[in-house]
T-cell receptor
Framework: DAGVIQSPRHEVTEMGQEVTLRCKPI?????LFWYRQTMMRGLELLIY????????DSGMPEDRFSAKMPNASFSTLKIQPSEPRDSAVYFC???????????FGPGTRLTVL | EDQVTQSPEALRLQEGESSSLNCSYT??????LFWYRQDPGKGPEFLFT???AGEEKEKERLKATLTKKESFLHITAPKPEDSATYLC???????????FGSGTRLSIRP
């Protein structure tokens, strides 16, 4: 099993640019989670999907953030326009049906200049 | 309000020196408590799930225990490769998502 796959692993962009982060969950898992991790705030849930449907997006900081899951094997997190305070590591995680444990990807380190 | 607090923030031990990490939680009901290990530059790696008070789980030098208010991660005779940040997370019964603590940075000196 390849685990959760995220791309890119590192992204450096300038303020105002659009950023798209990508995630492929573990095959067969039906829940997908997007997290953001910073030194100040730790690991925060942004949004999660169940069977490709967004269930809870209360953690999405503002309208500049959007997430989609067009099918069971792919999700994107988009930031438009990006700001320096968006700099963080963004993790994607997935969970199997009926399970409680989430399995994390390697993360995308985003730097907005 | 559901809350998770981990202590200490950082812990430095000598190789072979056993110790425990603490995770205190306040939730209306507990669906599950999780321990993860995170190495620098990597995503959290799942270790254990605990569901009810009195439950214990072990993996190599690690043992996780659970009471109604807290969980402990006991590390027995640690080795330098056990150095990492250990994260605790709880899944409240009343919520659809889990809440992470801020973690304990564990450093084991050879």
């Amino acid at each position: 099993d390849a685990g959760v796959i995220q791309s890119p692993r590192h992204e450096v962009t300038e303020m105002g640019q659009e950023v798209t982060l990508r995630c492929k969950p573990i095959s067969g898992h039906n829940s997908l989670f997007w997290y953001r991790q910073t030194m100040m705030r730790g690991l925060e849930l942004l949004i999660y999907f169940n069977n490709n449907v967004p269930i809870d997006d209360s953690g999405m900081p503002e309208d500049r953030f959007s997430a989609k899951m067009p099918n069971a094997s792919f999700s994107t997190l988009k930031i438009q326009p990006s700001e320096p305070r968006d700099s963080a590591v963004y993790f994607c995680a997935s969970r199997g049906q009926g399970a409680n444990e989430q399995f994390f990807g390697p993360g995308t380190r985003l730097t907005v200049l | 309000e559901d809350q998770v607090t981990q202590s200490p923030e950082a812990l430095r031990l000598q190789e072979g020196e056993s110790s425990s990490l603490n995770c205190s939680y306040t939730v209306s009901g507990l669906r599950g408590l999780f321990w993860y290990r995170q190495d620098p530059g990597k995503g959290p790696e799942f270790l254990f799930t605990l569901y009810s008070a009195g439950e214990e789980k072990e993996k190599e030098r690690l043992k996780a225990t659970l009471t109604k208010k807290e969980s402990f991660l006991h590390i027995t005779a640690p080795k330098p490769e056990d150095s990492a940040t250990y994260l605790c997370a709880v899944h409240p019964s009343s919520a659809s998502k889990i809440i992470f603590g801020s973690g304990t940075r564990l450093s084991i000196r050879p």
